[in-house]
């Protein structure tokens, strides 16, 4: 079994990668090292300098090979246009790495829309494990207390 981690990269990775020690490694530096993953993809909406800057600094902390997908987002915020960012991304991991993957959905990163588009999609419509991470907790597998039920998703959502 494939072992996928997908992630937004957040500010406090990109700070990570500029050495400001208050963060520490960041996020998805923290989920990699010590935790066993075939593949990391990483969804960003930053500049194409800002994310080659930080893959670099992160190929110097794994060995595990990173995909990166640059997404144009209006607002960071903006729930629907993330939650088809993620779509696209995840069909597409699994379009190009068959059947027989374990998804895991960082949801420490990014914004928190970004963060509860990870949650809905683990819940709904992809089976995938949720992780999050911080400096003072480490890497854990986040209790969601809830189950989301099809009839509560919105008719948009359903269609797509």
């Given at each position: ?24 490694i ?6 990699v ?25 992160l ?81 854990k ?20």
């Amino acid at each position: 079994m494939t072992k996928i981690l997908i992630s937004w990269i957040g500010m406090t990775d990109l700070k990570a990668a500029k050495g400001v020690e208050s963060v520490g490694i960041g996020p998805i530096a923290q989920a990699v090292i010590g935790h066993f993953f075939d593949k990391i993809v990483l969804i960003s909406n930053y500049s194409e300098a800002e994310n080659n800057a930080y893959i670099s600094w992160l190929k110097t902390k794994t060995n595990i090979k990173i995909e990166h997908y640059s997404e144009q987002l209006t607002d960071p915020t903006d729930y629907e246009q993330i939650y088809f960012i993620d779509i696209k991304v995840v069909t597409d991991v699994l379009a190009k790495n068959g059947s027989n993957v374990s998804l895991t959905f960082h949801i420490s990163p990014g914004t928190p829309a970004m963060q509860v588009i990870w949650v809905i999609l683990a819940k709904t419509r992809f089976e995938a494990e949720l992780i999050e991470s911080s400096k003072e907790q480490g890497v854990k597998t986040p209790y969601i207390p809830f189950e989301i039920s099809a009839e509560f998703i919105p008719k948009l959502l359903q269609t797509v």
